[in-house]
């Protein structure tokens, strides 16, 4: 009975040590902030967070969109069309991520907690990409230091990242296009 209990244990013992080490892929419930989802409305948004200090209308990704502007570090970026969440920035220092990640973390706690993920440089920056995989469009940036590689910020987004990304958004879209006219460049 006694070899029983000790192979029971170290089986016991391996499983917990294999489940300890899997990685974890960044799942739906990863791609929110504070309970603010991508997609929510404006009261939605301000039922969560409150009151934004201020806003202001702007083109952010080529996307004409509204920053509600919570504090220097608390950006929700929101569609001018349809009045809907397309975009959340935040780079508080106090801010808890899901799965416990927070500002400072090092590249393998962010892997170790969301799995492997694209690499993207955006504006000089480097992030690390994860897609939602119940919304394709919807993604999550984290961004890094350039020389640490420490988490400096967050992003959800389902805006384009890059201008590859906005072509495609408009591939679909009839363009009613015309040769240029020649140049006449007297006689020559």
């Known amino acids: 009975m006694d070899k029983l209990i000790k ?18 892929a960044a799942s739906p419930a990863d791609f929110s ?18 009151e934004p200090d201020f806003d202001t209308e702007m083109y952010h990704r080529g ?6 502007t919570y504090s220097a570090d608390q950006k929700i970026y929101v569609s001018a069309a349809d009045k809907k969440v397309v975009e959340i920035f935040c780079k508080s ?21 969301f799995g492997t993920a ?11 990409v994860f897609t939602n995989p119940s919304n ?8 890094l230091e350039t020389e640490k590689y ?10 384009p990242l890059d ?17 240029a006219p020649k140049f006449n460049y007297g006689g020559l």
């Open 163 to 179: 201008a590859e990304e906005i072509l495609d958004i408009h591939d679909d879209e009839p363009v009613d296009r015309k040769p």
């Open 150 to 159: 420490y988490l400096l910020s967050w992003t959800y987004t389902t805006l």
């Open 93 to 113: 220092k106090h801010y808890v991520g899901p799965k416990g990640v927070t500002y400072g973390a090092t590249r393998a706690g962010i892997t170790d907690a």
């Open 136 to 143: 394709k469009k919807a993604k999550m940036l984290l961004e």
């Open 33 to 50: 902030f504070k309970g603010l989802s991508l997609g929510d409305s404006v009261a939605q948004m301000q039922e969560k967070l409150g």
């Open 63 to 68: 996307v004409p969109v509204i920053r509600y």
């Open 118 to 128: 694209e690499h993207k440089q955006l504006d000089g920056s480097i992030y690390y």
């Open 7 to 24: 192979k029971v244990s170290a089986v016991c013992f391996l499983i917990f040590i294999v489940m300890t080490s899997i990685s974890f």
